[in-house]
């Protein structure tokens, strides 16, 4: 599991080519260590082609982010995603946002489909699933939140329920029907600052940079 405060390092997705499931002398299970990197190689082999190679990145990182958490969460996904958005929001640029949304469906049939065949003594299934509704909403609170910090920012120190009226009233803006309104997430977020956290491995910060520089909406929904 990644470090707390960190995202996953970049070695985890260089892993593909040369994984392979160990074959213990008690059966063909693997031990939940490989859980992640099992998954990995699935995706690769299964799914990944229909992910816009753009995307490609940003999905294989959120894999191994929920794969490293779901046995403590029991295949519950609904459970899961939340507080994962939530740390990952303060080091990710929006555009990981637009491109996980767009690609969310397919990753979560992945995982529906491919989890209960991973050969682990105790098999997992996903328990409970997060429609693409349900994650366009706590996305747009992740980025609300963040609009509305960067908004009063130096402006000293405010009532924290102004902090909140500012991004409640930022969430509507952005999340309608269901659905996020990217060009406004764009207008909102471009122009604040990026720049990845210096503990994470040099590949990850580059590959964050460079996703930041994005300004196409290819993808997002």
Not at 8 to 34: E, M, Y
Not at 104 to 124: D, H, I, M, S
């Amino acid at each position: 599991m990644p470090k707390q405060g960190q995202f996953a390092k970049s070695t985890r997705t260089k892993q593909l080519n040369s994984f392979k499931v160990k074959r213990r002398s008690g059966g063909n299970t693997i031990p939940t260590d490989q859980l992640t990197d099992f998954l990995l190689v699935r995706f690769a082999l299964t799914a990944k082609k229909r992910v816009a190679p753009a995307a490609q990145e940003t999905v294989q990182r959120f894999l191994i982010e929920i794969s490293d958490r779901l046995v403590a969460a029991n295949g519950n996904l609904a459970q899961l995603v939340p507080p994962l958005l939530s740390k990952l929001n303060s080091q990710v640029p929006w555009q990981f946002y637009a491109q996980l949304t767009a690609n969310w469906a397919l990753l979560q049939r992945f995982l529906v489909k491919e989890l209960p065949a991973v050969p682990l003594v105790k098999r997992l299934r996903v328990t409970s699933q997060l429609s693409g509704v349900q994650l366009n909403r706590l996305v747009a609170e992740q980025l609300a939140q963040r609009g509305a910090a960067a908004t009063l920012l130096g402006r000293g120190t405010l009532p924290p329920a102004q902090t909140r009226l500012l991004a409640k009233q930022l969430q509507g803006a952005l999340y309608q029907d269901g659905r996020l309104d990217w060009p406004r997430v764009r207008a909102l977020l471009a122009p604040l600052p990026y720049r990845p956290a210096a503990e994470l491995d040099a590949p990850t910060r580059q590959w964050l940079s460079a996703l930041a520089r994005q300004t196409g909406l290819t993808g997002a929904n």
